[in-house]
Nanobody, 114 residues
């Protein structure tokens, strides 16, 4: 079992920045992918960014150049630095851990005001 603990959401004005963190606890495999997804009201959950254990990142086109995903393998923690935030970035952001199975965090609200 893996438990994910997220933090860092909040309310920010357009153009501002936020940093999300997600720490994984439990039976962690050294080979894994961690990532961030988001779900806005009335919309499907979508991938924002993911990163492999070797540090290879993948981004949704909508956040390229604005968001940066990183990880600290020693702490089993993944980060999402979000810059130049837009109102359309408003959503609940979920952390995901993938190894043998998939695990999800509880979600953290990000609200960007115009």
């Amino acid at each position: 079992q893996v438990r994910l603990v997220e933090s860092g959401g909040g309310l920010v004005q357009a153009g501002g920045s936020l940093r999300l963190s997600c720490a994984a606890f439990g039976s962690i495999f050294s080979i894994n992918t961690m990532g961030w997804y988001r779900q806005a009201p009335g919309k499907q959950r979508e991938l924002v960014a993911s990163i492999t254990d070797s540090g290879r990142g993948n981004y949704a086109d909508s956040v390229k150049g604005r968001f940066t995903i990183s990880r600290d393998n020693a702490k089993n923690t993944v980060y999402l630095q979000m810059n130049s935030l837009k109102p359309e970035d408003t959503a609940v952001y979920y952390c995901k851990y993938r190894a043998v199975n998939d695990y999800w965090g509880q979600g953290t609200q990000v609200t960007v005001s115009s």
